[in-house]
């Protein structure tokens, strides 16, 4: 999976791009509107599936990894980027039997069972921290940083608030759960909807599945509540503006918030989803440990959001500082990192 990460040209090189990825996905959409090329790929995960469904998804990264070895000896990179997760395994392997370096780009603070079980394919891995530096040999990994866009380091909060249009006298609450939504997290903004408009704004992310709903729960509120609901399915170049405008951003603790919440200084209070191994409680945590985040989780949700999140926003000290340990977070030059490391094992 070879990807650019939006870092600034080096002089005098060029470079071309693909980027292999799962088909009919948000990624390829993305690739799409940023003219990257873009192979998509028919590969499922395998564990915490039932029998039926690891057998068939087994069978798909083993035609995967034969797509991968065709593209590889089809496009010759002298490179390879992953960045983890099952949708890389099929690729790395085909670089390691094709001999393409490769580098896999780590955003957790710990590696999953993908990236375990393929680090070994790679020449390096680029790590977001230097606590994740122990999952792996001395000198096959390497503290870069998450890499993420410039315009979440360029995003500010008067930006943010013209672009969706919202009123500076009040406070303003973004909440996203990922591209797909989180059920939990919508719901939970369902529920409490009304009330939490009495005495904020709301940007919120809630993923196709759940859009419907929440838009006919919006068309039922009062105008002037209504006015205050910003709802979208998903936001791609608008995200860093969204995160920037909000005094509050509410959401789950995937890999991205180690990365783009830094870069804007977004006080953030997350809610780890119970998947994955846990990793996202523990990228809450690391946030949390340095004060720029507080944790609710999952089992508490119900009664303890809307109290948690009022008073955070009547807490303007306390939220400033979780602003300022965010910030104090940010790498603005983990994506020249990367490339320094991509060129390094080309070398």
């Known amino acids: 999976m070879l990807q650019e990460f939006n870092a600034p040209p080096t002089p005098n090189r060029t470079s071309e791009f693909l980027y292999l990825g799962r088909d009919a996905s948000v990624e390829q959409r993305i690739a799409a509107s940023c003219g ?17 469904a690891q057998l068939q998804n087994s069978a798909q990264l083993a035609s995967a990894a034969r797509h991968a070895t065709a593209v590889l000896e089809h496009f010759k990179p002298d490179a390879v980027l992953a960045t983890g ?3 890389s395994a099929p690729t790395l392997w085909a670089a390691w039997r094709k001999k393409i370096p490769a580098v896999i780009a780590l955003p957790d603070l710990e590696p999953g069972w993908a990236i375990r079980a393929t680090w070994r ?12 530096l122990k999952f792996f040999p001395r000198g096959r990994a390497t503290v870069t940083g998450y890499p993420v866009r410039r315009e979440f380091f360029q995003a500010a909060r008067d930006a943010g608030r013209a672009h969706f249009q919202l009123d500076n006298a009040l406070p303003a609450v973004t909440v996203f759960g990922g591209s797909q939504g989180a059920r939990a997290l919508n719901e939970i903004v369902r529920v409490n909807l009304p009330a939490l408009l009495a005495a904020t704004q709301v940007i919120h992310l809630c993923g196709a599945p759940s859009y419907a709903a929440l838009n006919a729960e919006r068309a039922r509120l009062d105008p002037a509540r209504a006015a205050r609901y910003r709802l979208f399915e998903y936001l791609n170049e608008d995200m860093p503006l969204a995160l920037a405008a909000a005094d509050l951003v509410v959401a789950r603790a995937g890999a991205a918030t180690l990365g783009e919440f830094p870069a804007v200084g977004a006080a953030s209070l997350l809610v780890p989803g119970l998947f994955a191994q846990g990793h996202q409680t523990k990228n809450a945590e690391f946030l949390a440990a340095r004060g720029a985040a507080e ?34 977070l940010a790498q603005p030059a983990a994506a020249r990192r990367v490339v320094d490391v991509l060129h390094e094992v080309c070398a």
């Not at 998509?40 to 029998?51: I, P, S």
């Open 121 to 132: 394919f790679s020449k390096q891995v680029t790590v977001s921290f230097a606590q994740v």
């Open 85 to 87: 997760g099952y949708v």
């Open 295 to 328: 944790i609710l989780t999952e089992e508490k949700l119900t009664p303890a959001f809307l109290p948690t999140t009022l008073n955070l926003l009547s807490d303007r000290a306390r939220l400033d500082a979780m602003r300022r340990a965010a910030k104090a």
């Open 36 to 52: 990257v090329p873009f192979v998509g790929m028919r590969v499922g995960g395998v564990r915490g599936k039932t029998l039926r």
